[in-house]
């Protein structure tokens, strides 16, 4: 949903689209055509760029929803899961089939760090956790949909060479 409430922007996945939908219409205003296959998306904090995951083909779409036209992040896998950082200047992106979040500057599109999530999630979800489940808090650790992952344990377990004030940063960025 947009930021407005008024539009409402469905990934199709395997179809490689999103659409843009008028929900109180239910008519399907835009298709944005890519090809791939588009995972999560998230607004900028103003609700006018679309942030688009794009698994296959290895970046991250940014809408314009003013005009419809499009640019492309490169990633360094394929993205699923997308947020938008707590000050709104970076995106994290799950590689998930990697076993990393890509941190991009929103404003260059530059990739600022590749942080280490989980050994690389294999086709089984039955033996690891996705990756891309995970999104950063505000308090030094990693929500999930299921539980919450405090940054001595990604430490510990995930990332050797972090410290706590690293991942607290990582968290943070």
Same mark, same amino acid.
């Given at each position: ?8 922007y469905v990934a199709t996945r395997d179809g490689g689209t999103v659409m843009e939908v008028d929900w109180r219409a239910m008519s399907v205003t835009r298709t944005f055509t890519f090809s791939g296959r588009p995972?999560?998306? !998230?607004?900028?904090?103003? &609700?006018?760029? =679309? *942030? %688009?995951?794009?698994? /296959?083909?290895?970046? +991250?779409? #940014? ?19 997308? !947020?938008?950082?707590?000050? &709104?200047?970076? =995106? *994290? %992106?799950?590689?998930? /089939?990697?076993?990393? +979040?890509? #941190? ?70």
């Amino acid at each position: 949903m947009d930021p407005h409430g008024k539009l409402l922007y469905v990934a199709t996945r395997d179809g490689g689209t999103v659409m843009e939908v008028d929900w109180r219409a239910m008519s399907v205003t835009r298709t944005f055509t890519f090809s791939g296959r588009p995972q999560d998306m !998230a607004f900028s904090p103003d &609700g006018q760029l =679309l *942030y %688009v995951a794009n698994e /296959f083909n290895n970046v +991250v779409h #940014v809408i314009k929803l003013a005009t419809g036209t499009f640019t492309n992040i490169p990633l360094a896998g394929g993205g699923e899961g997308l !947020a938008i950082g707590n000050n &709104g200047d970076h =995106l *994290y %992106v799950g590689l998930v /089939f990697a076993g990393y +979040v890509q #941190v991009v500057d929103r404003k260059s599109g530059e990739t600022v760090r590749l942080i280490l999530s989980a050994a690389p999630r294999v086709r089984s979800r039955s033996t690891t956790m996705a990756a891309t489940s995970w999104s950063p808090t505000t308090v030094g650790g990693w929500t999930s949909s299921s539980r919450t992952i405090r940054s001595s344990r990604l430490r510990r377990r995930h990332h050797p060479t972090a410290t706590p004030a690293s991942a607290a940063a990582s968290a943070t960025a």
